[in-house]
């Protein structure tokens, strides 16, 4: 049942990443060269009908990334407790990231038409998103490194001296 949720949770945590990676940069690189070919009248349709559907992925992702974050988070704890400080830094690094993408994208997405610098801002969400990804490959290499969980074996001297 551990391994089930355990992997259930990884893709529930993998899939809204793809999607809002994949959409961030459909948003900000491919979509405004294809606009191009439009007039200047239709363009801004077309990017706020794009921009509608992008909201009702990016809210759900953002709902999923949290509880699947936090059931990651709990299971992993061992792990990360062992390899302290390296797995804190780049566990609160991806964490911190995350939260600064979700603030960006939530006051983009916020209204029915974008801010002004909603492009830069895109751009800087794009660009935090890679260090997201980043941090949580680290993350996952710092996990698998680190030192074995005590057994009983090396639990039952030390409790054997203490007697
Ligand atoms: C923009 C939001 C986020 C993105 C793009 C993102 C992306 C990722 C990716 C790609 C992985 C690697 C998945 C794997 O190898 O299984 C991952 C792992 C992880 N993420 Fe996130 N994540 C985000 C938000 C969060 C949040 C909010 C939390 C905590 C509440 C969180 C906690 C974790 C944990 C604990 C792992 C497991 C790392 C490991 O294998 O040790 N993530 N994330």
Redesign the pocket.
Known sequence: MTEFLGILF?WL??I??CL??GGVFFMRIILPVGLTVLPPDQRKAVFLRCRRVFKFVIHPSILL??IS??Y??MA?WG??HRAIPTSHAF?GL??LL??V??VISLILLAGKEPPVMHKQWMTVNLAV?MF??AA??A??WV?DHAPPAPTMGMIAPAIVKAD
């Open positions: 990884r945590h993998i809204p990443a809002s990676i990334f949290l974050g936090v990651n988070s992993n792990a990360y566990f991806h964490v995350a939260l993408v979700f998103l997201v990804v949580a490959g993350l996952k996990r």
